[in-house]
């Protein structure tokens, strides 16, 4: 089962210049909880913004290139062919995709399930989370952040199946 993962400002955006353009640790800490024990695909540059390989998870990244080199640990897949072959033979996991936004594009065909965080707020950035037709999706849960010194815009998650 593939499922994408990511967080957006009101306005869809989900990056500025490979980060997060906002600081929300609610949303940190829902996605360290959900994916942890998971495999997390992830596209190059995404994997560049990290320090290392995300602990306690299979870190995947998904790039055509050849000559990629990839700290131990870390595993290529070269083509979505190759996700839905891992998916296939771990049919009972969940596997997380974790952007970037091309492969958000390439994989949405093909995802099971979405965890969206809406930040009801506008930032500045530069990537954008392509269309969805939420006509596909049914909404299966929504939960409404608390807005507190730490997490200081309003949020919320939601978690949608495929129909």
């Known amino acids: 089962m593939i499922a994408l993962i990511w967080a957006e400002d009101q306005n869809g955006l989900i990056g500025k210049q490979g980060q997060l353009p906002w600081h929300l640790p609610a949303d940190m800490h829902r996605f360290k909880t959900l994916t942890t024990g998971h495999h997390v695909v992830m596209g190059r540059k995404t994997f560049m913004g990290f320090k290392r390989p995300l602990p306690h998870r299979t870190n995947w990244v998904l790039s055509q290139q050849s000559d990629l080199a990839l700290p131990a640990g870390v595993q290529q897949l070269t083509d979505l062919a190759a996700l839905k072959d891992l998916a296939a033979k771990n049919p009972d996991e969940l596997i997380f995709v974790i952007g970037g936004a091309v492969v958000f594009q390439a994989v949405l065909p093909i995802a099971d399930y979405l965890y969206r965080t809406r930040i009801n707020a506008r930032f500045d950035g530069d990537t954008w ?9 049914q909404l299966v849960t929504k939960q409404v952040g608390t807005v507190d010194d730490k997490n200081r815009y309003p949020y919320e ?3 949608f199946r495929r129909r």
């Open 129 to 137: 989370m392509p269309a969805i037709d939420y006509s596909q999706w």
């Open 157 to 159: 998650f939601d978690d």
